[in-house]
Every structure is written in structure tokens, then in C-alpha cells.
């Protein structure tokens, strides 16, 4: 089992940063790869960024260059460091853990078995 759990949501204004963490704990082998995604109101949940044992990482098209994903050195935290951002980054933000990396498709949330609760970011204009 793992659990995760994330904080470090808020409110900010366009063009503001804010960062993301997620405390996770449980079986290490579960959580070889681990994930940000994100729901907005009315729309299904997207994969935001994955990184990997080895550190690869995988970022959306929408979030490339404003957005990274890190870990700690022993992999319990996990965080996203969120820059210029935007109105429609406005989302509920999960952290996910999985046991493999998808080289395909590591933004494919069926490949991510364990989920935090969410954390909501705000982003007004």
C-alpha cells in the first residue's frame, strides 16, 4: 500500500507561482513512478508531469517550460513547482504512484494505482 498526501494549494493571481508537495509513504516498490495530475471543473482528469526512478520526466504540452516535477532524494516528497500561471490552470492537483513507467504514455493515469485526496489551485485573472 502507499499513501499520499498532498498540500501547498491556494489562491494566486495570473502570472504567480506556487508550489506543490506531496508526502508519500508505503511500499517503495509501488511508486517507482510517481505523477501530478489535475481536474478542472467539467473536465477529466489530465496527467500533468511524471518522473520516474531513473529521474526521467514527462511534462503536458500545456504545462512545458512553466512547470517542474522533482522528488526528494529518498522519493517521500514529491513536488511541483508552478510558474507563470494561468486561469486555466485552475484545477483540483492529485499526486498519483504507480509501480512502472509508461516510455509510451507516462501521462496515462491508468497506470497509476494510488491517489492523494487533491489539493485546489486557484488562478484568477
Known amino acids: 500500500q502507499v499513501q499520499l498526501v498532498e498540500s501547498g494549494g491556494g489562491s494566486v493571481q495570473a502570472g504567480g507561482s506556487l508550489r506543490l508537495s506531496c508526502g508519500a509513504s508505503?511500499?517503495?516498490?509501488?511508486?517507482?513512478?510517481m505523477a501530478w495530475f489535475r481536474q478542472g471543473p467539467g473536465k477529466e482528469r489530465e496527467g500533468v508531469a511524471a518522473i520516474d526512478n531513473n529521474g526521467n520526466r514527462r511534462y503536458s504540452h500545456s504545462v512545458e517550460g512553466r512547470f517542474t516535477i522533482s522528488t526528494d532524494i529518498g522519493k517521500n516528497t514529491l513536488y511541483l513547482q508552478m510558474n507563470s500561471l494561468r486561469p486555466d490552470d485552475t484545477a483540483m492537483y492529485y499526486c498519483?504512484?504507480?509501480?512502472?513507467?509508461?516510455?509510451?504514455?507516462?501521462?496515462?493515469?491508468?497506470?497509476?494505482?494510488?491517489w492523494g485526496q487533491g489539493t485546489q489551485v486557484t488562478v484568477s485573472s
Open positions: 508505503g511500499n517503495i516498490a509501488s511508486r517507482s513512478s
Open positions: 498519483a504512484a504507480g509501480p512502472a513507467w509508461d516510455r509510451r504514455d507516462p501521462l496515462n493515469k491508468d497506470y497509476y494505482f494510488y
